[in-house]
């Protein structure tokens, strides 16, 4: 079989109407990676059991219609230089081989919150660099699957998980997502926490690849609600705080860097931008993810960059 993505948001409303179930796409999923990993290699650990078993506890949470977040069910592959408390994270190096945090990355704690199915981690690069790690392209086994975050694209592709999380510095999200055939969303640097992520952390930003793009919004929107992004970089308004508490904040921003009088022009691109989209806030909201935040406190560092890098940083 040729590899097809499985994606999840088109599912949801057979979940809400009981004609499909978080358990019943798991294991069309399971079914996928029994045929396609041998060939492909696309994770390094998994535990079926367990995916089976939180699966069970989604489909129950939709069948009485209390549904945690509009991820809530989806499996979802990570990346094996993103720490996760129940599995090792071993960053595609024998020097890590078996080892385990024994806590979970912001972004993972995120997932669970919002009732992801954590199937597995999947194939990184050594160290999300340059050495392979043996994952095959899923369309021909001759070529490569693009890197770093190689295994997450060859499992979206093949249909083993709807969504997977990647990291990027350079290309390790959009470069894999384009060979192996599935949308890879690399979003502004520190806009979803990095806490618990060993990439190169003045750089690298933590993605998503998935099997549509809508997938890939709600996977990356579902983490920024819950973990928020960097200390100092925008994350997503809470419920509890409007978009009319956004601009003062956002503002304020602009002063603390300098450009309250000297560029009149990146206020109103601020402001129109917040209200257009009117959900971003400042400072991001870390949630119980704080505690394992790695990332330095960048707040107030805006003055270092161009005012269209720092407003598609605020905006975007």
């Not at 499985?6 to 019943?24: E, Y």
């Not at 080892?99 to 160290?127: C, H, Q, Y």
């Not at 999200?173 to 806490?195: D, E, L, Q, T, Y």
């Not at 100092?232 to 603390?256: H, N, Q, S, W």
Request: hydrophobic share 40%.
């Amino acid at each position: 079989m040729k590899p097809v993505p499985i994606p999840f948001f088109s599912a949801v409303s057979a979940f809400a109407a009981g004609t499909d179930s978080p358990r019943a796409m798991l294991e069309r999923c399971l079914s996928r990676l029994a045929e396609f990993e041998p060939t492909v290699g696309a994770f390094v650990h998994y535990d079926d059991a367990a995916a089976r078993a939180a699966a069970d506890r989604s489909t129950e949470r939709w069948r009485v219609g209390r549904p945690l977040s509009a991820i809530d069910g989806m499996p979802v592959g990570v990346k094996d230089v993103i720490e996760t408390a129940d599995m090792p994270t071993q960053m595609g190096s024998a020097l890590f081989a078996g080892w385990r945090s024994e806590r979970d990355a912001a972004s993972v704690a995120a997932l669970r919150e919002a009732g992801a199915v954590i199937l597995g981690k999947t194939v990184t690069t050594e160290f999300a660099a340059r050495e392979p790690r043996g994952t095959r392209n899923p369309w021909d086994a001759e070529r490569t699957p693009g890197g770093s975050s190689s295994g997450s694209a060859a499992a979206v592709a093949c249909g083993m998980v709807p969504a997977a999380l990647g990291t990027q510095v350079l290309g390790s999200i959009v470069r894999p997502a384009s060979f192996c055939g599935c949308v890879g969303f690399k979003p502004s640097v520190g806009s979803i926490n990095r806490g618990g992520v060993h990439d190169y952390l003045s750089q690298s930003c933590t993605g998503a690849l998935a099997a549509s793009l809508e997938d890939a919004w709600i996977t990356a929107h579902e983490i920024a609600a819950r973990a928020g992004g960097d200390p100092g970089f925008p994350g997503l308004a809470g419920p509890k705080e409007p978009p009319d508490m956004v601009r003062p904040r956002a503002l304020a921003i602009l002063e603390t860097a300098g450009w309250d009088g000297a560029m009149p022009q990146a206020r109103r691109a601020l402001e129109e931008a917040v209200a257009r989209i009117g959900i971003w806030r400042l400072p991001s909201r870390l949630s119980r993810a704080r505690s394992i935040s790695r990332s330095r406190s960048t707040a107030g560092n805006f003055a270092g960059r161009s005012t269209p890098t720092a407003i598609a940083t605020l905006a975007s």
